[in-house]
T-cell receptor, first 115, second 112 residues
Framework: DAEITQSPRHKITETGRQVTLACHQTWNHNNMFWYRQDLGHGLRLIHYSYGVQDTNKGEVSDGYSVSRSNTEDLPLTLESAASSQTSVYFC??????????????FGPGTRLTVL | GQNIDQPTEMTATEGAIVQINCTYQTSGFNGLFWYQQHAGEAPTFLSYNVLDGLEEKGRFSSFLSRSKGYSYLLLKELQMKDSASYLCAVRGTGGGSYIPTFGRGTSLIVHP
């Protein structure tokens, strides 16, 4: 069965370190997304990609970067981790952005703590 | 941009019916989603509305009124496992607006 996975599931790091969160999907979806979820804010979009070599900034992109070298993976990098980036991070993918089959499929999430 | 409003928390009794409302303001509208998220888990898709009216799927139904910027999710015959957060997400038109914007979610507590 197709799936979307994230690793690690839990991560503790220190302020100033570079951290990369992995996201891998086997749906063969072109569209991939990274969100963070914090109490009182809901899901907020960090970065998204419509296909290989395409990346775009979302609502809360400062301090984060992504790269898309293949269809399956969209790693999220925190260049210099800050305590404000302590959050739960969800990766998602979707087949299309309009019409049928446009729902997003979410990974299990990564809980990141920055000390 | 989009502004989405839903109640923070609701409680209901097992076996009852509950309606979770979502109101939105958007410069362009291209669909509304409802997702369910159990504590510590990923959101999962429940329903999608792009035209006015009611979409029924088992115990869950979703309604949309585009002219009023309003949707609701109706859960019938509530079960304890329905205790979860319910997220309303609206998709706009043009560029990044095609990506749904999520509301803050409604935490539903079902008690015996």
């Amino acid at each position: 069965d197709a799936e979307i996975t994230q690793s690690p599931r839990h991560k503790i790091t220190e302020t100033g370190r570079q951290v990369t969160l992995a996201c891998h999907q086997t749906w063969n979806h072109n569209n991939m997304f990274w969100y963070r979820q914090d109490l009182g804010h809901g899901l907020r979009l960090i970065h998204y990609s419509y296909g290989v070599q395409d990346t775009n900034k979302g609502e809360v992109s400062d301090g984060y970067s992504v790269s898309r070298s293949n269809t399956e993976d969209l790693p999220l990098t925190l260049e210099s981790a800050a305590s404000s980036q302590t959050s739960v991070y969800f990766c998602a993918s979707s087949e299309s952005l309009a019409g049928a089959y446009n729902e997003q499929f979410f990974g299990p999430g990564t809980r990141l703590t920055v000390l | 941009g989009q502004n989405i409003d839903q109640p923070t928390e609701m409680t209901a009794t097992e076996g009852a019916i509950v309606q979770i409302n979502c109101t939105y303001q958007t410069s362009g509208f291209n669909g509304l989603f409802w997702y369910q998220q159990h504590a510590g888990e990923a959101p999962t898709f429940l329903s999608y509305n792009v035209l006015d009216g009611l979409e029924e799927k088992g115990r869950f139904s979703s309604f949309l009124s585009r002219s009023k910027g309003y949707s609701y999710l109706l859960l019938k015959e509530l079960q304890m496992k329905d205790s979860a957060s319910y997220l309303c997400a609206v998709r706009g038109t043009g560029g990044g607006s095609y990506i749904p914007t999520f509301g803050r979610g409604t935490s539903l507590i079902v008690h015996p």
